[in-house]
């Protein structure tokens, strides 16, 4: 298998991705394709830096991908991330390498085949030219990966991997509000904003909640805090809530409410796994309508209470 040449890596980058902008000496020339995609045991699909008005679906609903041994694998859901096949991930299909070129063989979406250009020694672009669409891969080995990061960068998937959340917890302290009647929320896939409430009694078969509200959501960024973010609720008539969002683990968050100073626990009910991996119990459904796409935030300050 040949090896990467730089000066190939500079044409591609020159010709397809003029913020290439890495010098040499970041770029490593002594390996095969192969060995650089197997160098790394999490790829980490950066999904904000995607490119191009074409889509492969089973990259962008990967928060992870793997390649070891002519075996793909991928982290679909953030729950259980770090331990489903010890961290990989499902198998998802199958790859070869050719020069600078990754051919892969998703079970589902087939045959893709991507250029590959190394940005960095952990970075790497992978541009599909049939589709027209490029991703960037960041490498990490399973130790060394930030899975705070994870959970708050991509904070609407995180949401929406359960089918309902539900009131598990309420401080003492704090004043009496509306919102301490909502028992369970769900977060849709649906533009990333939509959101459901109900009041029905705790303890409700999730298949049997009726959802009393609807709405829009919105999650912000935090001036100067990487794990905390704000999540805002608009009713459809008009109320609105909003909250400091903290991930407790992967199950559970947090939700302070800022007017009122009440903290609320919500624990997800019903986790909803992306893609079949091996036999479960858990709730398995279509990746339809569950990608990840690029998700520009506002910012805000943190509350001064």
């Known amino acids: 298998m040949k ?3 730089l000066l190939l890596v500079l044409f591609i980058c020159g010709a397809f991705f003029s913020s290439c902008t890495k010098t040499d000496d970041t770029l ?4 095969s394709l192969g060995e650089l995609m197997s160098s790394y045991d999490l790829w980490y699909v950066d999904i904000h830096r ?3 008005n074409g889509d492969v679906p089973f990259v ?3 928060f992870t991908l793997s390649f070891a041994n002519g075996n793909m694998y991928a982290n679909n859901n953030i729950v259980d991330v770090g331990f489903t096949g010890n961290g990989l991930g499902i198998q998802v299909g199958n790859y070869d390498t050719f020069g600078t070129y990754l051919e892969t063989f998703h079970d589902i979406d087939g045959r893709h085949d991507f250029e590959v250009v190394q940005l960095s020694l952990n970075e790497i672009r992978i541009f599909d030219t049939v589709q027209n669409v490029s991703y960037v891969l960041v490498g990490y080995q399973t130790d060394e990966f930030d899975y705070d990061m994870l959970f708050y960068d991509n904070i609407e998937y995180f949401l929406q991997e359960y089918t309902a959340w539900e009131r598990t917890a309420i401080s003492l302290a704090g004043t009496p509000n509306p919102f301490d009647n909502e028992h369970y929320l769900q977060f849709t896939p649906e ?6 409430s109900s009041h029905d009694s705790f303890g409700t ?4 909640i009726l959802w009393d509200f609807t709405g829009n959501y919105e999650v912000f960024d935090v001036v100067g805090f990487d794990n905390l973010k704000i999540l805002t609720l608009n009713y459809e008539f008009g109320d609105f809530e909003e909250f400091e969002l903290t991930v407790v683990n992967d199950q559970k968050i947090e939700l302070f409410h800022i007017s009122s100073e009440t903290t609320y626990e919500f624990t997800g009910r019903g986790f909803i796994q992306l893609l079949r991996g091996e036999k479960s119990s858990k709730t398995i459904v279509s990746k339809e309508g569950r990608k990840r796409t690029k998700v520009i935030r506002k910012k805000k300050e943190k509350s001064k209470s």
Do not use: E, L, P, Q
Request: aromatic fraction near 8%; hydrophobic fraction near 25%; charge should be negative.
């Open 191 to 196: 533009n990333n904003t939509t959101f459901y």
């Open 60 to 62: 962008s609903i990967a």
């Open 3 to 5: 090896t990467i040449k």
């Open 50 to 52: 995607t490119s191009g």
């Open 205 to 208: 078969n999730i298949d049997n």
């Open 28 to 31: 490593d020339n002594s390996i």
